[in-house]
């Protein structure tokens, strides 16, 4: 543990259209660009806009194109309505045209646009996206959004016309439920058969907009749209038409590979692979991503099921008022996907502890079905008791007085070791360093973005569970050990049992101060338990990791 401890929009055919599917209100904006921009671009890095005069700045890479093109850079003269009701366009919108006709890249174009101070008042993280119209609806990229340099930033590997946005939370709930739906397709497909670190490489790779954008083309057909000209089911001219983005994908695995069999941590690796390891690891990208398609295409009508039941339950959280911060417990450090992350698992545990399958709009449940009404009343309990025991008390008498089912297992049930216990990170709480104590550190910080650094590891580590086993033993007073065994590293903890919920304490100059809480229930033949977990690690400038846990015997 002390190891690991150191180391640091999927959209279906409706949820495409999410940016478009309401009310259309027109874009107004300036004509920021008065004359359009030009440059060729061949085989030298080229820059198109001033980012104070023209609030843009576009990058083009040597080799972005086959040969040499003109490329223009302007403000569009009109462009397509939005949804009010998902986005609130920011400033104006930009359009890049190539004279070759082609409309994918080799290599990405770096497209950096300025926040104006009335732009970002009131904008909070993850809010602002940039957005760009693929020739039927607006679509969303997450960008790298610097609120001290007044920039948003993103990558892309077509042209067309873009801008930036701020995105509403009922437009971040659908995004939200279209990745979420994708990945827990992923954890059924795989979960029982896949290393946890593959499964993780999926998720990852579902949510990569340019492999939206090919699967889009490929499931729909495209003539356009992300840049494409194909022909339904069409992979091997989707695959040829991915230019630069199918050769990331292939770079992005090599260094998965590296990473897996080199790396030492934060980045640091003691060799790299053969050439023709690489090759042979290329050769696998195409119909690994082409099996990925297939399987997604035959499963739309359950995925799309299951992000529906998760917009229905978000909607009723947000009518209900249960997801704005300062309602429920929710702090300042509780980011709007840690909030839904959170609303959605525990809507997830109510069906598994009442053995249902699916939410239901109303009041009224069935024996397959647990209803809004219910959940809401059931989530207010818990949600609003801050402690533990009292608030698994009134859980589990709600679940019998509303479904007759007795979950609460005896203190015996609970004994003994446990088959799977599966770890996940959800948040950091890093210290600041100043750049001379990083430097010190031997911290090479010249042209790095710490913030996104960090964002971006910390994503990583999100999507990829920690696997083990679990043994507790307990006296008659529901005194003794909570044992936590992943990858070889044991974690004995003094833990406490009471009424259904279990605090477990472990502290060390090793390990650092480590707590695990949890309750546990009875689903059938089964015993679940699930909770959080916390690691305090005594630097000499205090880092602070959370994470949930589940276990199963």
């Known amino acids: 543990m002390s190891r690991k401890t150191r180391e640091l929009f999927i959209f279906t055919l409706i949820a495409i259209m999410v940016f478009t599917a309401c009310a259309a209100s027109p874009w107004e904006y300036e004509m920021l660009i008065e004359e359009p921009i030009t440059v060729k671009s061949d085989q030298e890095k080229v820059k198109m806009g001033d980012l104070e005069k023209d609030k843009t700045e576009v990058v083009l890479d040597a080799g972005a194109f086959d040969k040499a093109?003109?490329?223009?850079?302007k403000t569009p003269e009109g462009v397509p309505d939005y949804a009010s009701e998902v986005m609130t366009p920011l400033g104006s919108p930009i359009e890049i045209v190539a004279d070759s006709g082609t409309?994918?890249?080799n290599k990405p174009a770096v497209i950096t646009m300025k926040l104006?101070?009335?732009e970002i008042q009131g904008l909070k993280k993850g809010d602002a996206y940039a957005i760009y119209h693929d020739g039927g609806n607006w679509q969303p990229i997450k960008p790298h959004v610097d609120l001290d340099k007044k920039t948003l930033t993103f990558k892309t590997y077509h042209v067309s016309i873009f801008g930036k946005a701020k995105v509403t939370l009922d437009g971040m709930i659908m995004m939200y439920a279209s990745d979420k739906a994708i990945e827990s397709w992923l954890q059924e497909q795989y979960g029982e058969t896949?290393?946890?670190a593959q499964i993780a490489k999926w998720v990852s790779l579902w949510k990569n907009e340019e492999v939206k954008g090919a699967y889009n083309a490929y499931k729909n057909g495209a003539s356009g749209e992300w840049g494409y000209n194909v022909k339904k089911?069409?992979?091997e001219e989707v695959w040829k038409q991915m230019k630069g983005a199918a050769r990331q994908l292939e770079l992005q695995e090599i260094k998965a590979q590296e990473k897996a069999e080199f790396g030492i941590g934060f980045g640091d690796f003691t060799g790299t692979l053969a050439d023709e390891q690489k090759e042979d690891i290329r050769a696998l990208v195409k119909p690994d991503l082409q099996s990925q398609f297939e399987q997604r295409l035959n499963s739309e009508e359950s995925i799309q099921k299951n992000e529906d039941q998760i917009k229905m339950v978000l909607g009723m959280y947000k009518d209900a008022g249960f997801i704005e911060k300062g309602q429920l417990g929710w702090g300042e450090s509780h980011e709007l996907e840690q909030r839904l992350d959170q609303l959605v698992a525990f809507s997830q545990k109510v069906l598994r502890d009442t053995g249902r399958e699916e939410f239901v709009d109303g009041s009224m449940h069935s024996k397959e079905k647990v209803s809004l009404e219910e959940l809401k009343i059931i989530s207010l309990d818990w949600f609003a008791d801050e402690q533990?025991?009292?608030r698994w008390k009134k859980y589990t008498a709600k679940v019998e007085e509303i479904y007759g089912l007795k979950i609460m297992p005896q203190m015996s049930d609970i004994v003994g070791d446990w088959n799977t216990c599966t770890l996940y990170i959800t948040e950091f709480?890093?210290?600041e360093f100043t750049p001379e104590e990083l430097e010190a550190q031997g911290c090479d910080l010249e042209g790095v973005d710490i913030e996104q650094v960090i964002e971006e590891a910390l994503a990583e580590i999100k999507r990829t569970p920690t696997m083990g086993t679990m043994t507790i033993t307990l006296d008659e007073n529901g005194q003794g050990t909570m044992n936590v065994i992943t990858e070889g590293d044991e974690l004995p903890m003094n833990a406490v049992y009471k009424d259904g919920t279990i605090r477990a304490e472990h502290?060390?100059?090793?390990?650092?101060?480590?707590?695990?809480?949890?309750?546990f229930s009875k689903r059938g033949d089964k015993i679940a338990a699930e909770g959080t977990w916390q690691i305090t690690v005594p630097e000499e400038k205090e880092m602070v990791i959370k994470g949930t846990w589940f276990a199963v015997k």
């Open 69 to 73: 093109t003109e490329v223009t850079l």
């Open 103 to 105: 409309q994918r890249l």
């Open 116 to 118: 104006e101070d009335d």
């Open 194 to 196: 896949e290393d946890p």
């Open 233 to 235: 089911g069409d992979f």
């Open 388 to 390: 533990a025991q009292e």
């Open 429 to 431: 709480i890093l210290p």
């Open 507 to 519: 502290s060390s100059e090793e390990d650092g101060d480590v707590l695990f809480m949890g309750d």
